[in-house]
T-cell receptor
Framework: GQNIDQPTEMTATEGAIVQINCTYQ??????LFWYQQHAGEAPTFLSY????GLEEKGRFSSFLSRSKGYSYLLLKELQMKDSASYLC???????????FGGGTRLMVKP | DTEVTQTPKHLVMGMTNKKSLKCEQH?????MYWYKQKAKKPPELMFV???????INESVPSRFSPECPNSSLLNLHLHALQPEDSALYLC?????????????FGQGTRLTVV
C-alpha cells in the first residue's frame, strides 16, 4: 500500500520562497509527481521525479530522495496566483497506480 | 500536445438516467485513469487501464462501468447513480515506466446527481 503525508496548510508572503514537503512509504516506487490545483479546477502537472536530485522548472523546483522517502516542492518569487492546493502523488512500481497525498493548501498573502 | 480532453464539462443527471463521460488523449500514453474527487479532498483512484486492458478496479460500485475502446479513448458509463456520487470526475493519462513518465489530467466533468 501507499502512505503519503504532506502538511495540510501553509501560508507565505508574496515574493518569498516556500517549501512544501512530502514523505511517503510505499510498497513500490516508480516516480513522484507534484500537481497544482485551484479550487474547482483539475490538477495541473508541475513536476515529475524518478531519480534522486533536483528538477528545476522556472520558479518551481522539485527534489527527491528515494532512500529517505522524501520530496519537496520549492516555489520561488511567490505570486498571489500561486495560492492553491499542491498535491504530491506517487506511482507504484508497476506503473499503474498514482496515489495522492491529502494536498497542501497554500495561501499567499500580500 | 499535452492535452487530455474530457466531455462534458458539467453534467446533471437523475438517479434513473444513463449517461457516459468521455476522455481522449493523443499523446500515445498507454495508461489511462479515472479518478473521483470530492470537495477539499485529493483525487481517489477508481480505475486504471493499461494497454487498453482494465488493470485496476478500486472496488468501485458496478453503477460505474469503464470502457476503453482504443488507446486514445476512455469512457465511464453511469447508471442508477446516487446523490453521493456527485463529484468531479477526472481522467488522466501517462506513459509507462521510465524517465519521461509525466501524467496529465483532463479538466474534469463536474457531475451532479439529483
Amino acid at each position: 500500500g501507499q502512505n503519503i503525508d504532506q502538511p495540510t496548510e501553509m501560508t507565505a508572503t508574496e515574493g518569498a520562497i516556500v517549501q512544501i514537503n512530502c514523505t511517503y512509504q510505499t510498497s513500490g516506487f516508480n516516480g513522484l509527481f507534484w500537481y497544482q490545483q485551484h479550487a474547482g479546477e483539475a490538477p495541473t502537472f508541475l513536476s515529475y521525479n524518478v531519480l534522486d536530485g533536483l528538477e528545476e522548472k522556472g520558479r518551481f523546483s522539485s527534489f527527491l530522495s528515494r532512500s529517505k522517502g522524501y520530496s519537496y516542492l520549492l516555489l520561488k518569487e511567490l505570486q498571489m496566483k500561486d495560492s492553491a492546493s499542491y498535491l504530491c502523488a506517487v506511482r507504484d512500481r508497476a506503473g499503474n497506480m498514482l496515489t495522492f497525498g491529502g494536498g497542501t493548501r497554500l495561501m499567499v498573502k500580500p | 500536445d499535452t492535452e487530455v480532453t474530457q466531455t462534458p464539462k458539467h453534467l446533471v443527471m437523475g438517479m434513473t438516467n444513463k449517461k457516459s463521460l468521455k476522455c481522449e488523449q493523443h499523446m500515445g500514453h498507454r495508461a489511462m485513469y479515472w479518478y473521483k474527487q470530492k470537495a477539499k479532498k485529493p483525487p481517489e483512484l477508481m480505475f486504471v487501464y493499461s494497454y487498453e486492458k482494465l488493470s485496476i478496479n478500486e472496488s468501485v460500485p458496478s453503477r460505474f462501468s469503464p470502457e476503453c475502446p482504443n488507446s486514445s479513448l476512455l469512457n465511464l458509463h453511469l447508471h442508477a447513480l446516487q446523490p453521493e456520487d456527485s463529484a468531479l470526475y477526472l481522467c488522466a493519462s501517462s506513459q509507462d515506466n521510465g524517465r519521461n513518465g509525466e501524467a496529465f489530467f483532463g479538466q474534469g466533468t463536474r457531475l451532479t446527481v439529483v
